[in-house]
């Protein structure tokens, strides 16, 4: 597994109000239709996303993410690259939070909690392809 982090997804209980936040930080939004609202950083991207969302993605209730819930994402280049890697997680000593599936936005993800119980998204965004040396953007490089 590369080092690196794609994507920082903060759960958000009012997203306008965290949105404004970061917009008054003087961060950039990156359009994106599917309630995420994302902003490209230097190597990855934050996105904030509704908490119920979140947690519905996942898998779990509302309550087990606590205050200030997010999930690191792992984006891969292929979809084949996603069930592996939740398995190397596990084997390491993670917890499958929820199996490689397809999600309703077209791309494949799975989840794992790390010993301390972070969360962790393995993705495969087709959409948003790495780039060459393994670097994310939200819409892709190009």
């Not at 996603?82 to 000593?93: D, I, K, Q, Y």
């Not at 077209?106 to 972070?118: C, L, R, S």
């Amino acid at each position: 597994m590369e080092q690196r982090i794609s994507l920082i997804t903060l759960g958000a209980r009012d997203q306008s109000r965290l949105a404004a936040f970061y917009d008054a930080l003087g961060w950039v939004r990156v359009d994106s239709p599917d309630g995420v609202i994302a902003y490209d950083l230097i190597g990855q991207t934050l996105g904030l996303y509704a908490i119920e969302k979140l947690a519905e993605d996942i898998g779990v209730p509302v309550g087990t993410l606590g205050h200030g819930a997010m999930t690191l994402a792992y984006n891969v280049r292929d979809k084949a690259q996603v069930a592996p890697l939740l398995t190397r997680a596990e084997a390491a000593g993670g917890r499958i939070l929820r199996p490689a599936h397809d999600i309703f936005w077209g791309g494949h993800v799975g989840y794992f909690a790390d010993p301390e119980g972070h969360i962790w998204e393995v993705a495969h965004n087709p959409f948003a392809p790495l780039a060459p040396d393994g670097s994310f953007r939200w819409n892709g490089h190009g």
